[in-house]
């Protein structure tokens, strides 16, 4: 969609990348697409003579999006040219001029995906800009351009704070016939320490949770 204002759709929202202390550009096109991805890391309990050993949580991997944008600017009227607007992302991927190696702030700038509600802060692990067109002069007039951020900070809005399990823990989301005596024989094979996940997340009735809920595991000491 181009950048006049008589062009867009009612309601239309426009997407935009922003650079922690620095310029927001709004993209020329919206996003046909992106992808968030997370994953956790979990290890095996070896036991010996045993097949299909159980599971442990170990820790959670921040959430990664891959996003890709189409800059164009042969649909006038543009608030940047192609090139001006890739040089503030490629010098976004830079060490601030000035910054002391080794210092806690000689790092890249954070950039930010926003588009509606989703606010999307990380690290720019990759950027790839790819120049497709050109005028006579040699100047570029559209490219692809794909990033990859990596999460800072809290999860964007919309995180259920009981997803989340404490430090050191597992963690079971609560599904339909679930209760704390079935979760206990499913996590460690005994359902008799039902108690010890009741008291880590203030249960009062082990046979009613609420579908959907997270609770923490507890590690049985050894």
């Known amino acids: 969609m181009p950048f006049g204002n008589a062009a ?13 202390g620095g310029a927001k550009l709004d ?3 919206n996003p046909t697409e992106y992808s968030i991805a997370k994953t956790n890391t ?9 097949s299909s050993p159980n599971q442990k949580f170990t820790s959670g991997n ?7 944008l189409l800059f164009d600017q042969t649909f006038p ?3 940047m040219s ?3 607007a890739t040089a503030l992302l490629l010098d976004a991927m830079e060490v601030p001029g000035g910054q002391t190696a080794g210092a806690p702030t000689a790092a890249p700038p954070f950039i930010t995906f926003g588009w509606g509600k989703l606010k999307f802060k990380g690290a720019c692990t990759s950027l790839t800009c790819t120049y497709k067109l050109f005028s ?8 692809d351009v794909k990033l990859s951020l990596t999460q800072t900070g809290q999860p964007p809005k919309g995180q259920n704070p009981t997803t989340r399990a404490q430090a050191g823990f597992g963690v079971h989301r609560v599904k339909d016939g679930d209760t704390l005596p079935s979760i206990s024989y499913a996590s460690y094979g005994d359902a008799t320490k039902w ?3 009741a008291e880590a997340n203030g249960v009062d009735n082990p046979l009613h949770l609420r579908r959907g809920s997270s609770l923490s595991l507890p590690t049985l000491e050894t």
């Open 8 to 20: 867009l759709p009612e309601n239309f929202v426009r997407a935009y990348l922003e650079i922690e």
């Open 27 to 29: 993209c020329y096109f």
């Open 42 to 50: 979990w290890e095996a309990e070896k036991v010996n003579g045993k």
């Open 62 to 68: 921040p959430r990664k999006m891959e996003l890709s």
């Open 77 to 79: 009227p543009f608030k």
């Open 82 to 84: 192609v090139g001006e």
């Open 136 to 143: 006579p002069e040699g100047e570029a007039l559209r490219a």
């Open 195 to 197: 108690r010890l996940i």
